[in-house]
């Protein structure tokens, strides 16, 4: 069986320094806001060259932060994509704010630049563009519009972490990038967690107030905020991972070049790059018209897989009062018909790419599999 996700081949290689940091915490008699989540930051921070860095407890609560530290709030809305984790939607209804979706572009399956201006409106208070599988959206074309309108925007992160556009990490783009640390991602916590930044450090004080309460320094609530911390045993373990980051991530681009060398002809959409950007291959999503049959092919081989995501967001039914129904987002919507993920990690071996491989284009009818 090849699995999907094994974060149990990385732990063992890592197994020594992790523990040496967990031990580090127990005997430190500081578990929540503490030197470990400090020294965290402070490192996320320079590793994306931010300015401020703000851990909190999980990447949907950063982005529910970044919003309420930029005053959005009920009945303001945010520009974003159809096309990503319920998680970025349910932040946004979270700080009482309705999402206005843009349709993606087909190529890149990123939110489409040129139909921002369409969707604004008096109450539109932000964009939240969404760096999907580790692809970095089109931030040159998203922050022209914003600022002819004098928008804030909020990069969705969570799936980019060791993404750059021109050499510079994503996240920094825009006025706060958020992240997310949960175990899938290419730098995962054996828990939740995420973290903002920002080069505003009015903006980072009031996000630390508002992931606790609202708590000044004096222990006052100044404003209404949540409980939203990252413990900080999970704060060690992500600065030993976070050590390793750039190796894994080397790692991922080596798997996914063997992906689109091995698959090339094969009737299946391969996921591209951008000139002058890296992609952090977070996830390695192949887009089918008979998805069926891929899914059929790889169970029959006891290969992993995953669809993200099979059904877009602004057709689930917790969001069908928004007034998107079917055909209102035409890319968006074909695009989850099509897409599906294949093993991507850094321990994958190069036999099980092969096997992988072989899966693959026996269900495209390649005689040659």
Same mark, same amino acid.
């Given at each position: 069986?090849?699995?999907?996700?094994?974060?149990?081949?990385?732990?063992?290689?890592?197994?020594?320094?992790?523990?040496?940091?967990?031990?580090?915490?127990?005997?430190?008699?500081?578990?929540?806001?503490?030197?470990?989540?400090?020294?965290?930051?402070?490192?996320?921070?320079?590793?994306?060259?931010?300015? @401020?860095?703000?851990? *909190?407890?999980?990447?949907?609560? #950063?982005? &529910?932060? !970044?919003? =309420?530290?930029? $005053?959005?709030? %009920?009945?303001? @809305?945010?520009?974003? *994509?159809?096309?990503?984790?319920? #998680?970025? &939607?349910? !932040?946004? =209804?979270?700080? $009482?704010?309705? %999402?206005?979706?843009?349709?993606?572009?087909?190529?890149?399956?990123?939110?489409?630049?040129?139909?921002?201006?369409?969707?604004? $409106?008096?109450?539109?208070?932000?964009?939240?563009?969404?760096?999907?599988?580790?692809?970095?959206?089109?931030?040159?074309?998203?922050?022209?519009?914003?600022?002819?309108?004098?928008?804030?925007?909020?990069?969705?992160?969570?799936?980019?972490?060791?993404?750059?556009?021109?050499?510079?990490?994503?996240?920094?783009?825009?006025?706060?990038?958020?992240?997310?640390?949960?175990?899938?991602?290419?730098?995962?916590?054996?828990?939740?967690?995420?973290?903002?930044?920002?080069?505003?450090?009015?903006?980072?004080?009031?996000?630390?107030?508002?992931?606790?309460?609202?708590?000044?320094?004096?222990?006052?609530?100044?404003?209404?905020?949540?409980?939203?911390?990252?413990?900080?045993?999970?704060?060690?373990?992500?600065?030993?991972?976070?050590?390793?980051?750039?190796?894994?991530?080397?790692?991922?681009?080596?798997?996914?070049?063997?992906?689109?060398?091995?698959?090339?002809?094969?009737?299946?959409?391969?996921?591209?790059?951008?000139?002058?950007?890296?992609?952090?291959?977070?996830?390695?999503?192949?887009?089918?018209?008979?998805?069926?049959?891929?899914?059929?092919?790889?169970?029959?081989?006891?290969?992993?897989?995953?669809?993200?995501?099979?059904?877009?967001?602004?057709?689930?039914?917790?969001?069908?009062?928004?007034?998107?129904?079917?055909?209102?987002?035409?890319?968006?919507?074909?695009?989850?018909?099509?897409?599906?993920?294949?093993?991507?990690?850094?321990?994958?071996?190069?036999?099980?790419?092969?096997?992988?491989?072989?899966?693959?284009?026996?269900?495209?009818?390649?005689?040659?599999?």
């Amino acid at each position: 069986m090849i699995e999907f996700f094994d974060y149990l081949r990385a732990h063992e290689r890592i197994r020594e320094e992790i523990e040496d940091a967990v031990r580090r915490v127990f005997l430190s008699g500081s578990l929540i806001l503490g030197p470990e989540g400090e020294a965290f930051e402070q490192e996320m921070a320079g590793y994306v060259g931010a300015r @401020e860095a703000v851990a *909190v407890g999980s990447g949907t609560d #950063a982005i &529910v932060v !970044a919003l =309420r530290a930029l $005053g959005v709030g %009920p009945g303001d @809305e945010v520009i974003t *994509v159809s096309h990503t984790a319920a #998680a970025t &939607v349910g !932040a946004i =209804r979270e700080v $009482g704010a309705v %999402p206005r979706w843009v349709d993606i572009e087909d190529r890149s399956m990123l939110l489409d630049p040129a139909g921002i201006e369409e969707c604004l $409106g008096p109450r539109t208070r932000a964009i939240v563009p969404v760096h999907l599988y580790g692809r970095p959206a089109g931030m040159a074309a998203i922050l022209a519009v914003a600022s002819r309108h004098a928008l804030p925007v909020v990069e969705d992160c969570a799936q980019a972490t060791g993404a750059r556009i021109g050499g510079r990490h994503v996240g920094t783009f825009g006025t706060i990038g958020c992240f997310s640390f949960y175990p899938t991602k290419t730098l995962g916590a054996y828990g939740d967690g995420g973290l903002c930044v920002t080069g505003d450090p009015h903006l980072a004080q009031r996000m630390r107030r508002l992931r606790f309460h609202g708590f000044d320094s004096a222990r006052v609530v100044r404003e209404e905020g949540i409980n939203s911390r990252l413990d900080e045993v999970q704060a060690a373990i992500l600065r030993v991972k976070l050590r390793h980051l750039d190796e894994a991530i080397d790692a991922r681009t080596r798997i996914a070049r063997r992906y689109l060398d091995a698959l090339a002809g094969a009737d299946v959409r391969l996921p591209g790059t951008d000139p002058g950007t890296d992609h952090a291959w977070h996830l390695f999503v192949v887009r089918s018209s008979n998805r069926g049959r891929l899914i059929d092919a790889l169970q029959d081989a006891e290969i992993g897989f995953g669809i993200h995501y099979p059904r877009p967001v602004h057709r689930m039914p917790a969001y069908r009062d928004l007034g998107f129904g079917a055909g209102s987002l035409p890319v968006t919507e074909r695009v989850a018909d099509e897409v599906l993920s294949l093993p991507l990690y850094p321990e994958l071996t190069a036999d099980e790419v092969t096997a992988v491989c072989r899966a693959v284009r026996s269900a495209c009818g390649d005689a040659a599999s």
